[in-house]
């Protein structure tokens, strides 16, 4: 089953309440004079359940002289059942008296619904999807039509329409609207610095040596590096279902990793734990699956996962899972995002996974069998090289508690599609939680992370499977009527 996120869109619109959230109901908007040069949009949509047989097209549409429509940006969504079948932006041009032509942009959404879209209808017009570096159609060269139709400067006003075709979207999801002009807007989107909410964060600058962890810590980055427990980085092809560290020592213990691309980066998209004969999986967006049930909890609590042994707390956005007190040595740290520490107590030599050693031949790069092989390539090079290139963003993490870091921040920096903040804010997460694991107070800014720690929990709920939101101090309602 595919799952779908839950969801903290975003789109503006013009009207005497600008900058205002505002509920929005099926059907279209009236017209309302719009200037492409000074206005973009945003909406917010939040899932009341499980989202099923959903079929939305979300369009602005552009008007000239004489109510003469001129083009369309949309944003199309459709399900059968709980599967995704589409899932696009698309741009349409009024060509001659009847025919319009689209070009089309699928890059971030991948078949799910995004925590974030940005619309700026200017020359070139560009989506911007959770806050990401790469605009879509920014670079798209078969836009040309809609690119000359905006070079006219012939539009007067505007209308945005919510199509509901299955007519159960007002039972299924909250739609919110609002407008910013572009004075106070932008689709830039600069590394800032996290501040502190009443929402509960560590201290964003260590003034003092923190207390090291008394195990070995395993770090998983992103795009497959790894610092191992014996302080080795290493560089993985990883796809799919990996060994990351086990011991086959009674009682044993396994921890997987499931490796996908996510934002156009390998991440680490869940951790798979088996602690004697009993399982349990901490997936993207915090989410803990257990018994083919979703595990609930809150945020600062400490709750034993039933009968497994393994207790769980959620805490300064990382889900820490202890399995001490079942009598199993490690601890996992999950940023329910793409990254994760491991703490390691104790050793008796029956260990084995990335996080030790290769697999010197037996598996290669201790990948296991794939669980879903007719829907996934997982076909790896047991060899790969590091990024040639190397990028001036990535000095900050040059001089810190782990050398790996900035060998991860190259590799996401690596190739033609830059990171997005999210996952630069991850990274500099990792670092902060690493240093203070190691006792150094040398962890740095939180490089990316949104100025409200709340945006943050939102958009990484929003990147799993539905759950309800089990944080505090984060309500929903403020989170929609927030001002960015």
């Known amino acids: 089953m595919k799952c779908l996120v839950v969801v903290v869109l ?25 200037d492409p040069e000074s206005m973009v949009f945003e909406i917010g949509i939040v899932p009341k359940k499980e989202l099923v047989d959903l079929n939305i097209n979300l369009a602005v549409r552009l008007f000239g002289e004489n109510n003469k429509m001129l083009g369309m940006a949309s944003f199309v969504y459709q399900m059968k059942g709980r599967s995704v ?27 799910q619904m995004p925590g974030n879209i940005f619309l700026d209808i200017t020359d070139p017009s560009v989506y911007v999807i959770n806050k990401s570096r790469s605009p879509n159609f920014a670079g798209n060269k078969v836009c040309s039509d809609w690119r000359n139709m ?57 003034t003092k040596e923190p207390e090291p962890s008394s195990g070995e810590i395993c770090s998983v980055y992103s795009n497959g590096v790894i610092d191992t427990f014996a302080k080795k980085s290493e560089h993985y092809d990883l796809k ?31 951790i798979s734990i088996y602690v004697g004969h009993k399982a349990f999986e901490i997936g993207r967006g915090w989410m803990i699956n257990y018994l083919g049930e979703k595990f609930k909890y809150m945020e600062g609590e400490e709750k034993a996962i039933d009968d497994t042994g393994c207790e769980l707390s959620f805490n300064n956005l990382l889900l820490t899972v202890d399995c001490r007190p ?7 740290h999950y940023d329910g995002y793409m990254l994760a520490h ?28 794939n669980q879903h092989s007719e829907q996934n390539d997982c076909t790896i090079d047991p060899v790969i090289s590091d990024c040639a290139e190397d990028s001036p963003l990535c000095a900050e993490f040059a001089d810190s508690c782990d050398d790996s870091l900035a060998r991860a921040c190259r590799e996401l920096y690596c190739g033609q599609t830059e990171p997005s903040s999210e996952q630069i804010c991850s990274l500099s997460q990792a670092r902060k939680k690493k240093c ?38 984060c309500p929903i309602e403020k989170y929609l009527n927030k001002n960015p």
Request: glycine content about 10%; proline content about 5%.
């Open 326 to 332: 079942g009598g199993f040595p490690f601890r996992v």
């Open 240 to 270: 799919c279902y990996h060994v990351l560290a086990a011991s086959f020592e009674s009682p044993s213990w396994f921890i997987y990793g499931n490796y996908d691309t996510f934002d156009g980066k390998k991440s680490c998209g869940a």
């Open 85 to 111: 079948i589409k899932s696009y932006l698309r741009l349409g041009t009024k060509v001659g008296s009847k025919s319009v032509k689209y070009c089309y942009d699928r890059r971030i959404l991948r078949g």
């Open 342 to 369: 491991i703490e390691l107590f104790k050793q008796s030599g029956s260990e084995l996974g990335l996080c030790f050693q290769n697999s010197r031949g037996k598996r290669v790069n201790w990948q296991i069998g």
């Open 150 to 206: 905006m070079a006219r400067k012939k539009i007067t006003t505007a209308l945005i329409a919510l199509s509901d075709i299955e007519k159960n979207l007002e039972e299924q999801l909250d739609v919110q609207l609002r407008v910013i002009n572009v004075d106070t807007a932008t689709t830039t989107f600069e590394p800032i610095t996290y501040a502190t909410t009443d929402a509960g964060i560590d201290n964003l600058v260590a």
């Open 436 to 473: 203070q694991l190691v006792g150094s107070k040398d962890n740095g800014p939180l490089t990316g992370c949104p100025d409200d720690v709340c945006l943050r929990k939102f958009f990484v709920l929003g990147a799993g499977c539905p759950q309800d939101s089990f944080f505090t101090g």
């Open 10 to 34: 975003t789109t503006l619109l013009l009207t005497a309440d600008a900058g205002m959230w505002k509920p929005m109901k099926v059907g279209p908007s009236p017209k309302f004079p719009f």
